[in-house]
């Protein structure tokens, strides 16, 4: 049998974060299975809309392409990846992180008119933009009173 610390704000933050709605994509307190508190994170995003295409914008300063994964499959835009750490051997002491690090994901359901095999994504200092084109527009057919 293996003691587990109890640690009473734990409760608190586990109760806080299932009846609170997630205020923004910003850091949240996670349980772990082994009663540890670890911090979830997911980046920020803008989602808007032209006549020709939805965008969104995701913030993910200080990571490399290869290290972010976007997916599309059954209506829902998944953008997924992970922010590493940089550790190096030095000297060097650090008196406040405010950057989190760790896996992320992200999911945006998509409406029906789109051009799924069309969606392209570039990324630019630091921001990832994904395109997601919209389809034609079908015109009702007129049917004439005989």
Same mark, same amino acid.
């Not at 994509?25 to 979830?40: I, K, N, Q, S, Y």
């Not at 835009?77 to 190096?88: F, M, P, S, V, W």
């Given at each position: 049998? $293996?003691?587990?610390?109890?640690? /009473?704000?734990?409760?608190?933050?586990?109760?806080?974060? %299932?009846?609170?709605? =997630?205020?923004?994509?910003? /850091?949240?307190?996670?349980? &772990?299975?082994?009663?540890?508190?670890?911090?979830?994170?997911?980046?920020? +995003?803008?989602?808007? &809309? @032209?006549?020709?295409?939805?965008?969104? %914008?995701?913030?993910? /300063?200080?990571? *490399?392409?290869?290290?972010?994964?976007?997916?599309?499959?059954?209506?829902?835009? @998944?953008? #997924?990846?992970? !922010?590493? #750490?940089? *550790? &190096?051997?030095?000297?060097?002491?650090?008196? =406040?992180?405010?950057?989190?690090?760790?896996?992320?994901? =992200?999911?945006?359901?998509? /409406?029906?008119?789109?051009?799924?095999? +069309?969606? !392209?994504? &570039?990324? *630019?200092?630091?921001?990832? $933009?994904?395109?997601?084109?919209?389809?034609? #527009?079908?015109?009702?057919?007129?049917?004439?009173? #005989?």
């Amino acid at each position: 049998m $293996s003691l587990i610390r109890w640690d /009473p704000f734990a409760d608190v933050e586990n109760l806080f974060n %299932r009846m609170m709605p =997630r205020l923004g994509h910003g /850091p949240r307190l996670a349980m &772990e299975g082994d009663g540890g508190v670890t911090f979830e994170w997911s980046p920020s +995003a803008d989602i808007s &809309e @032209t006549e020709k295409e939805y965008l969104v %914008r995701a913030d993910l /300063p200080g990571m *490399k392409k290869e290290d972010v994964k976007v997916t599309f499959g059954d209506g829902v835009l @998944t953008i #997924q990846g992970e !922010r590493k #750490q940089h *550790k &190096e051997e030095t000297n060097e002491k650090y008196h =406040r992180v405010e950057n989190y690090y760790g896996s992320f994901n =992200r999911s945006f359901s998509l /409406p029906d008119n789109i051009k799924a095999d +069309a969606i !392209r994504c &570039e990324s *630019k200092d630091g921001v990832l $933009s994904v395109h997601i084109p919209k389809a034609e #527009q079908k015109k009702p057919k007129e049917i004439t009173i #005989q």
